[in-house]
């Protein structure tokens, strides 16, 4: 006997399902053949069917109970059990409400049917093809079954806009059991019936588009997992005409219009990495040894990616939990060939080595939802188990080292189901992004200027000295992102410059920092004309980039032309293939762009508040040249 | 269908006492549904009318049909297992079809 089930059959002998309800949906989850159907949910059910709603609520206010009036054409009743099941993963009581035996247009239409006076949250019609084909002649044709599945289907219709129970009413596709189409002998009428009773059930499928009250299941995919449509046995002798592993199917279907219809939405999957999102061992494997494409066990991986950016472009959120360090998760999410889903695809990526609980709370947190808006994909049952002790109401998928069942599995239990999908509901994922990316570049920027202070960064701003000229004319030689026009001064013109005869200005940065020199790092030129100042170019060596060097420079020159009473700076970007970087660095110190002829875009500096040197940057006063 | 020849009820006994052919005795099936059905059998469910045991609905003979099939690994006669009136008269079916 399973555990589950002794444990079940153990509390109801004790008589404490009712006073421990709340353990329940824990209890079932820890069973993970319940999902995978190693364990038949019903047999769960049989169990917890003893459990009596209205006890369980007065005890215990958090709980919920849902009530599901049942009819249909023929015995339905074995849908209960694993409906009662099916719930109780999900925290919810079953309120059964069983209509007359095949009277489901009495029970939702008239007045003084079986539900009259109850208000049920959900009202489930079971129907299955002999509501059509029992009011057929004897011999009968195709015309007939068209005929008697087009008064069906306005029975239904009629029924939909007139009947008297509440609730959202869930109808379901009607399967064509193979001794209908056998009974015809040519193959052209066996097709022709064929396409009128999919006609019928297409139109039945069409009749929850627009009505909000009614949701129709196709119970087709449902079969082609695994019939029998019924056993004609059973059929014959007891009116059974879906059989058990079917509606169990169909109650899980159920269960999940019902967790949408009490708001238990799961709005995020978080997903292992090694051997659940890519095929091998990343720490042991390293980036060449994983594959998502490319070998068959690789490709099986790269079709749950495929299913899960379905589900992300649907506004499920997607985050990572994985046991590896994070630099290494970080570089294959962004630049592994195999990888259909990249690092801006989550909203959250949790790499390290802490334990997972910890990761799925961390990441609950982030993403600002409860932990019971979570499911967890992991091939390891230890770290599912982990979490399911550690961060209680996270839901966690059984998969294991077969990885051509990821999907199937992730799918199983329609997590992520809704009744209808929103605009919002697809942008949603994008604003997470959005989000995460301010989170990082915020983190990033605290500690960014943590490690500035940490540094001890001193820059130096004066003239260039003589000896400095082949290095600064090397510097300008070299310089590409951080060179404002691309332009290159050899060293002769720099010493005309640094001579300054036509009021030129060349000031030059040296810096370091504690853990050496730098030398010389940067420099400008400016010419004096009219009582402005023209800043031809500015350039940085890239092994100083963003340590503020360059602020620095500008902030000396700036409040340098202040003093000289110039009325403004005026500089120019020119565009190179290497320079983009720069293309802000203007603007972002004060500078603003004027209408000036002349290529790339020009820029003038009013002076009136002139940017400071950065605090991290300790300022040294050059020692004079004559003094050297 | 072979017709059934109505026997005593055979008692749990000694291996190779129990019936004709390899299904369950009595306690064993009596167990075996117990334990499927979720159901806890008192003195004298064996021979008590279905409808009368605790916890019985008649949604369980759909049940035990497919427990019994899965179980003997045979075709078993559903009708009359349908039509039953005690646990007793089940196993009775069950025996003669092994």
Request: charge should be negative; proline fraction near 7%; hydrophobic fraction near 45%.
């Amino acid at each position: 006997m399973s555990g589950l089930i002794a444990r079940l059959r153990e509390l109801r002998a004790e008589g404490r399902l009712e006073s421990d309800w709340h353990e329940i949906p824990a209890l079932l989850a820890e069973e993970e053949g319940l999902v995978t159907g190693e364990i038949d949910p019903a047999r769960a059910g049989r169990l917890l069917a003893a459990v009596d709603p209205a006890a369980v609520l007065a005890r215990d206010p958090r709980a919920r109970a849902v009530t599901v009036a049942v009819t249909g054409r023929s015995t339905v009743g074995e849908l209960i059990d694993p409906l009662t099941a099916e719930l109780a993963r999900h925290g919810l009581l079953l309120n059964p409400l069983l209509g007359d035996h095949g009277a489901w247009l009495a029970d939702l239409g008239s007045p003084a049917g079986a539900f009259a006076g109850t208000e049920p949250d959900l009202v489930v019609c079971v129907l299955d093809a002999e509501a059509a084909f029992g009011a057929l002649p004897t011999p009968w044709r195709v015309a007939d079954v068209e005929q008697a599945a087009a008064e069906l289907l306005r029975r239904i219709e009629r029924l939909t806009e007139e009947r008297t129970t509440g609730g959202l009413l869930v109808l379901n596709t009607l399967p064509l059991p193979a001794w209908y189409p056998r009974q015809l002998v040519d193959f052209h009428a066996r097709a022709r019936l064929g396409a009128v009773w999919r006609e019928f059930n297409a139109r039945l499928l069409r009749l929850g588009e627009h009505r909000a009250d009614v949701v129709v299941i196709d119970l087709d995919p449902l079969l082609a997992e695994g019939g029998p449509v019924c056993d004609p046995r059973l059929a014959c002798y007891a009116e059974a005409r879906l059989s058990a592993p079917l509606l169990a199917a169909y109650a899980r279907e159920v269960a999940a219009v019902a967790r949408v219809l009490t708001g238990r939405l799961r709005k995020a999957l978080v997903l292992d990495l090694d051997q659940t999102l890519w095929d091998g061992v990343l720490s042991e494997d390293g980036p060449e040894g994983i594959a998502a494409a490319g070998t068959l066990r690789g490709a099986a991986f790269g079709r749950l990616q495929r299913g899960v950016a379905q589900l992300a472009s649907q506004g499920v959120l997607l985050a990572v939990s994985s046991k590896n360090d994070e630099q290494p998760v970080l570089e294959v999410l962004r630049e592994h060939p195999d990888l259909l889903l990249r690092a801006e695809d989550f909203a959250a990526v949790q790499a390290n080595w802490r334990p997972k609980d910890a990761n799925l709370r961390e990441i609950a947190e982030q993403l600002g939802l409860g932990l019971d808006a979570l499911v967890f994909l992991d091939d390891n049952p230890a770290e599912r188990a982990q979490v399911r002790h550690g961060a209680p109401g996270v839901a966690t998928v059984p998969i294991d080292e077969e990885p051509a069942l990821h999907l199937d599995a992730l799918l199983r239990d329609g997590w992520f189901a809704t009744l209808r999908l929103t605009e919002e509901d697809r942008e949603r994922p994008a604003r997470y992004r959005a989000e995460r990316l301010r989170r990082e570049s915020a983190e990033q920027l605290s500690t960014h200027r943590e490690f500035l202070y940490d540094l001890a960064c001193w820059v130096e701003i004066g003239p260039p000295r003589g000896h400095e000229l082949a290095r600064l004319a090397q510097l300008t030689q070299r310089t590409n992102q951080f060179n404002l026009t691309g332009a290159r001064l050899p060293q002769a013109e720099l010493a005309a410059h640094a001579a300054g005869p036509d009021g030129d200005l060349l000031l030059v940065a040296r810096s370091g920092d504690r853990f050496g020199n730098h030398g010389l790092v940067g420099a400008l030129l400016g010419r004096r004309a009219e009582g402005v100042l023209h800043l031809e170019n500015v350039w940085l060596s890239c092994r100083v980039l963003a340590r503020g060097i360059e602020e620095a420079l500008l902030a000396t020159l700036l409040g340098r032309a202040r003093a000289e009473g110039r009325s403004a700076v005026h500089a120019r970007y020119l565009p190179t293939p290497k320079n983009h970087r720069a293309a802000g660095f203007y603007p972002s110190l004060g500078f603003n762009p004027t209408a000036q002829a002349g290529p790339g875009v020009g820029y003038r500096h009013d002076l009136r508040s002139v940017p400071e040197i950065p605090g991290h940057l300790q300022l040294r006063t050059p020692t004079p040249e004559a003094a050297r | 269908m072979t017709s059934t020849t109505h026997r005593p009820v055979t008692p749990a006994g000694p291996p190779g006492t129990a019936g004709p052919a390899a299904f369950l005795d009595l306690a064993a099936f009596l167990d075996l549904v117990a334990d499927d059905l979720g159901l806890d059998f008192g003195p004298g469910a064996a021979t008590a009318p279905l409808a009368e045991l605790p916890g019985w609905d008649s949604v369980h003979l759909l049940r035990l049909v497919v427990l019994m099939e899965r179980e003997s690994g045979r075709r078993i006669p559903v009708r009359r297992v349908l039509e039953a009136q005690s646990l007793t008269e089940i196993h009775l079916l069950m025996e003669d079809q092994a």
